[in-house]
């Protein structure tokens, strides 16, 4: 008697409850895996990429502040450089070189600095895309699987097994499940990436500055 009671509940799969919804469940359930990979794609490409940044010895612009007195000096260690910042500062030393004022030297600094951090930002966007679109795209898949559920009881005039509705429905909440698990994954990684981003800045900042205050 007991093993009849324990054998009688279906098993029922994670992959069986994401087919059972249809090919819109599936679709879209294939959609968001395939933004969840991108994410972590592109989470995984900033942060090595930030963490190299930030581990930068500041050696390099020591080196480059010894050397202002001498720009074409200055200038051939930027280019041996593999230093993020080297272009920046080979760009305000030629400026330096050529006998530009301390005013436009500093404006050069700046564009190339905004260049540089643009670079870093690349694919940020696309995180806070995914982050905000995830769960709007999960919520479209549970409202058609709501639509058809309704639609399947409908056209049975009310005969509907309400077993079979209570089943359709929660098959397609695993769609705004899915979407709120990208979403809240992507949101958590763009902002972690900001603020490594932030502290980017507020180094290239603090190099440029220095650099500055010795002109």
């Not at 679709?27 to 972590?40: C, P, R």
């Not at 090595?48 to 502040?65: G, N, P, S, T």
């Not at 272009?87 to 564009?111: C, H, M, P, W, Y």
């Not at 600095?113 to 709007?136: D, F, N």
């Amino acid at each position: 008697m007991l093993l009849a009671i324990q054998e009688a509940p279906d098993r029922f799969s994670f992959f069986d409850l994401i087919f059972s919804g249809g090919w819109a469940n599936a679709l879209i359930i294939a959609i968001l895996f395939g933004l969840l990979i991108y994410a972590l794609y592109i989470t995984i490409e900033r942060y090595l990429i930030y963490r190299a940044v930030l581990k930068q010895d500041d050696q390099f612009v020591k080196e480059v502040r010894r050397n202002l007195r001498e720009p074409k000096k200055a200038i051939a260690l930027c280019e041996q450089s593999e230093h993020i910042m080297a272009s920046v500062f080979r760009a305000g030393l030629n400026r330096l070189d050529q006998g530009k004022g301390k005013d436009q030297i500093s404006l050069t600094f700046e564009t190339r600095t905004t260049y540089v951090i643009a670079q870093l930002e690349r694919h940020l966007s696309t995180l806070a895309t995914i982050s905000g679109a995830a769960p709007m795209l999960g919520f479209l898949g549970t409202v058609i699987g709501m639509v058809l559920a309704f639609k399947e009881m409908a056209m049975s005039a009310g005969q509907a097994d309400i077993s079979q509705l209570a089943g359709g429905i929660y098959t397609a909440l695993t769609t705004t499940v899915a979407g709120l698990v990208v979403g809240i994954i992507s949101y958590i990684a763009y902002n972690q990436l900001v603020n490594l981003l932030q502290r980017i800045t507020q180094q290239f900042e603090s190099m440029v500055n220095t650099v500055l205050e010795e002109l």
